[in-house]
């Protein structure tokens, strides 16, 4: 299994192989440097593996929220390595992926909650709320956009974990938050940034539950509705 991963739902930029169980990353923080440092990981990975595009089995790529710019570079890539090498698409949650860094990171284990909040500006943060399972990260709430006085945990009688782990960007506005949920923190890490290894690992358990899409219709998720983003031309 040959897997090809792409970031840029952040500041961060990154691209990463999953190649028969490991993972190999390129990583730089660049906040208006993704168009630039995008393709080169990718040929950098490649050839460091002695590997082509052709070699690939699937793509994957965080599909936000986050950055509406960045978004629009990954998917732009993706949409077109896809549709060349005519191989399926994982589309990955980018909040899912930094609750999988919050479990790797802070060795969580099954039952614990990580509560994922970025940066929307506009006052507002993405949130996502998931549980730990089997090391995995699992949603227990649909995400959304909202003002930091606004986020909640899962409803009381909800199925829902008794302690949460709060990762990242979006916790710098931790004392707006309502104490219902800060009261249920461990802990929680502002720096956690979408990495695509963790966009990998998703994605390769998602392509073995068969939840690949096609070129496409492999589309950014901005959670805020009036964004949208045109397919590529003549693409659908």
């Known amino acids: 299994m040959k897997l090809l991963a792409l970031d840029t739902s952040s500041e961060g930029c990154s691209a990463a192989l999953w190649l028969d169980g490991q993972v190999t990353e ?3 923080v660049a906040p208006r440097g993704h168009t630039r440092l995008l393709m080169p990981m990718v040929r950098e990975l490649l050839a460091g593996h002695g590997l082509s ?7 994957a ?3 936000g929220p986050g950055s509406f710019t960045g978004l629009r570079i990954a998917t ?3 949409q077109g390595l896809a549709w ?3 191989l399926p698409v994982v589309p990955v949650s980018s909040l899912a992926a930094v609750a999988l860094a919050a479990i790797e990171q802070q060795s969580l284990r099954t039952g614990d909650g990580i509560a994922v909040a970025f940066d929307a500006r506009m006052g507002e943060v993405y949130w996502g709320a998931f ?3 089997g090391s995995l990260p699992v949603a227990v709430g649909p995400e959304r956009v909202c003002a930091p006085d606004l986020v909640a945990l899962p409803a009381t009688g909800e199925p829902s974990p008794a302690s949460w ?3 990242g960007s979006g916790w710098k506005f931790q004392e707006s938050m309502p104490g219902s949920v800060t009261g249920t923190l461990t802990g929680h890490d502002e720096t956690l940034v979408p990495h695509a290894a ?3 690992r998703l994605a390769e358990v998602a392509y073995r539950r068969g939840e690949t899409v096609s070129a496409e219709q492999a589309q950014p998720v901005y959670v805020r509705d009036e964004v949208t983003w045109q397919k590529l031309p003549g693409r659908g």
């Not at 595009?53 to 793509?59: H, N």
Request: hydrophobic residues 45%.
């Open 26 to 28: 390129r990583f730089e």
């Open 53 to 59: 595009p052709t070699d690939l089995d699937a793509l």
């Open 61 to 63: 790529f965080a599909r």
């Open 76 to 78: 732009g890539v993706v």
């Open 84 to 86: 060349g090498l005519e």
């Open 131 to 133: 549980e730990c399972q």
């Open 165 to 167: 782990f709060g990762a």
């Open 198 to 200: 963790q966009v990998a």
